[in-house]
């Protein structure tokens, strides 16, 4: 079962997160945080919603993060591109940990964007991660096939390499592709831990 957690303003769109929380789950997907998205409780602005089992700020936060890191994808719900302060920590936190970050909409903020995929719904996300998954159980594990995984993974880094030097490629969505290419061929033959 695939996982995931979703991010956006509690303030500015809660009935979407509410409703993205339900779609996740009518597609089969396991949603960590916020697993029961309706707003119980109150510290001056910060929300605390029923899956929150404690009133700390810190620990609630630390939890999502948490969270993300176990995902197999973030969901930012932003209908009219609002990313606000927190969810923009968490997209980037994401980035950090090789989370893959979607939404059906655009993020205002043109750095935040960089990082939120745009896809036309929850349901493109889950079939294009599960078949992703497929095919990467597919490739060879380091331990079984050592040689040729090890020579692939030479390869692509090498490849890599030239890339992001500026040496193959456009300097731009080449660097971002190739990037992407090497890092699911490492996960792939080595194991997500690898490459997070």
Known sequence: MLRATVSGSFHRHMSAIYDAVGSMRAAGVDVLSP???????NIGDFLFVASDRLRSI????DRH???IRASDFLWVVCPDG???ASTSGEIMAAAVLGVPVFSEHGALDITI???VKRVPSINAVTSSIRERSRVASAHSHVLLDP?????QSIVALENLGDTLNGKLGDGRYD???QLQVTTNL???GFGRNVVS
């Open 35 to 41: 697993s029961d998205p309706r707003v119980v409780d």
């Open 58 to 61: 810190k620990l609630v936060q």
């Open 65 to 67: 993060l948490e969270a």
């Open 82 to 84: 609002y990313t606000g």
């Open 113 to 115: 964007g960089q990082y």
């Open 147 to 151: 040689t040729r995984v090890v020579g």
């Open 175 to 177: 660097a971002e592709r």
């Open 186 to 188: 490492l996960r792939a």
